[in-house]
């Protein structure tokens, strides 16, 4: 990695494109370790979400970028009302996840080519990655009286794992939906008949009653009267700060910014790349080819820098790149869909972390990542 600073506050990190790694097992071990030791606490998206309101005064006529708004609403738990910062062990390969979930879920609508045009034409569509010390931020909530609790998982999964989703990410979720269904059993709103039912009807019954499942009710309560009234756990993976002004009173320590590589109308269609990345639009699988690095005139990753300069200005802001030679792009997603994981792209992102953090020595842990 060559990293140097191109102005102030303002980073350009470049890595050899031709390094893969060593062991996906062993390498995501060490970025465990290190993420743990350095207290990674990160927020990612892409920048029509984490620069939404610069982005709308900048001029733009956008919408804010959501992943089922509507499911979110009915736990209690939608942004911007409260904020998620994920922390710990898999809080980077987490937030890379995100950023592509959004991808995926917005452009699978047909009317995507449609939707933020404009500013996605201008500005691109790149993932943005926050940065923060997790202790720093719960103590900081502390002193300021803010509302806020920790969760091992994330609770909306939780919530389509109890009404009955056949989706084999969720078993990573049982055991926290056992516990909030051994909880919910015990109250006096707990309906069983609305349980399990399976995504279609538990949609349909949404739709045909005006009215969110029981289950969600069940873990909208479960967070209110037990998860928030829990002191913070280190052990846990994701920190839900219960504060609609904490959207703009956050301040990363770092800002990872991505490259644009999503084409305009939403369809790879680029044949001369060696890669293939799978984008599930909609719960239907449909395979396109990474595009090859294309000459950007209107350098949209240094626009999109500017942007986060003038919301938080005293972070710094690493550009990733693989160079402009090199023919490929630094998408800052986690490409294989898979949330907690090792990726070659993971490591770098981490490199640049560790080194603005002004910890050098794990640089070496991370090397053995890479061959």
Not at 183 to 188: A, I, P, R, V, Y
Request: hydrophobic share 30%; glycine share 6%.
């Amino acid at each position: 990695m060559k990293i140097k600073e191109s102005e102030k506050g303002v980073y350009v990190a470049q890595f050899d494109r031709e390094r893969k790694l060593t062991s996906p097992k062993s390498s995501y071990q060490i970025i465990q370790d290190i993420s743990k030791e350095i207290s990674l606490g990160t927020y990612g998206g892409v920048n029509t979400d984490v620069l939404y309101r610069e982005i709308k005064n900048a001029g733009f006529e956008i919408d804010r970028e959501e992943i089922c708004a509507s499911d979110d609403d009915d736990i209690g738990l939608r942004m911007p009302n409260f904020w998620p910062i994920n922390f710990g062990q898999h809080s980077l390969s987490t937030a890379m996840y995100y950023a592509k979930e959004q991808m995926r879920y917005t452009s699978g609508f047909d009317t995507f080519p449609k939707w933020n045009r404009s500013a996605r034409d201008n500005l691109g569509w790149i993932s943005l990655l926050e940065v923060y010390d997790i202790n720093e931020i719960v103590r900081d909530l502390n002193e300021r009286k803010i509302n806020h609790f920790s969760t091992p998982k994330t609770l909306m999964e939780c919530a389509r794992y109890l009404e009955g989703w056949e989706l084999a990410r969720l078993e990573d979720y049982i055991d926290l939906s056992q516990e909030i269904e051994k909880w919910s059993k015990e109250q006096e709103f707990y309906d069983s008949s609305e349980w399990y039912l399976g995504r279609e009807e538990s949609k349909d019954l949404i739709k045909r009653k005006g009215r969110r499942t029981n289950v969600r009710l069940c873990v909208n309560e479960y967070w209110k009267q037990i998860l928030s009234k829990k002191s913070f756990s280190p052990n846990d993976r994701e920190l839900d700060i219960l504060s609609l002004e904490y959207e703009n009173e956050r301040s990363p320590k770092i800002v990872l910014v991505g490259e644009d590589f999503f084409p305009l109308d939403g369809r790879f269609t680029d044949l001369q790349s060696e890669q293939e990345i799978v984008f599930q639009y909609n719960f239907k699988d449909l395979t396109h080819v990474v595009p090859i690095k294309q000459e950007d005139t209107k350098n949209k990753p240094l626009l999109n820098t500017g942007l986060i300069r003038k919301k938080y200005p005293q972070t710094k802001v690493v550009l990733l790149s693989y160079g402009n030679k090199s023919g490929k792009l630094f998408k800052l997603i986690k490409e294989d869909g898979i949330k907690e994981g090792a990726s070659k792209e993971v490591v770098h992102a981490l490199s640049a972390i560790v080194t603005l953090s002004n910890k050098p020595g794990l640089i070496g842990g991370l090397e053995q990542c890479l061959q």
